[in-house]
């Protein structure tokens, strides 16, 4: 059973956090919104994703990409199940995850745009783990190596996402 006191990042903050990432688009990307794509990683992606959309005063383009990295906790290979659809030729691509553990993810699906075409690549999380090599654009917290799940990320058995906090399991 997941326990209050287990409260990483809470749907309050996670809410100011998707505030400033909004504020932070509207301000770089104002009447440029058909040069703008916003990708979120499927699946844990999508609250936080919603969040900063409810937020943002400026129009863009959306994508999603769908990949697995993961089997229950271990990290294994790529497996790329939704492909990008937007010709990102000349766009100014942001990825949208929920959580850089090692950054091999982003760091890849970074790559996968540059060579697709795009003028910008960056990178927005809710958390990065402390030991994440990688430099991420827009963070909302960084974290150890606690277990997360909660507003958008599941545990090992699938479940989770639902929770409004994110909390160490």
Sequence with gaps: KVMSNNILFSQKEVE???KKVAATLDKEYKGRGDELVLVPLLQGAIPFYSEIIK????????????????????QGTFNVY????????GKHV?????????????????????????ATVNTCTLLTRRSC????DLCGKIIDDEWCVGFGMDGADGLGRTLNDIVAV
């Design 94 to 118: 942001w990825l949208i995850d929920d959580i850089a553990d090692s950054g091999n993810t982003l760091e890849y699906l970074m790559d996968k745009v540059l060579k697709k075409g795009a």
């Design 82 to 89: 939704k492909d990008f659809d937007i010709d990102l030729t």
């Design 133 to 136: 090599p990688m430099d991420v």
């Design 16 to 18: 100011e956090f998707s």
């Design 55 to 74: 937020n943002l005063n400026s129009d863009c383009l959306v994508d999603s990409v769908g990949i697995k990295s993961y089997d229950g906790k271990v």
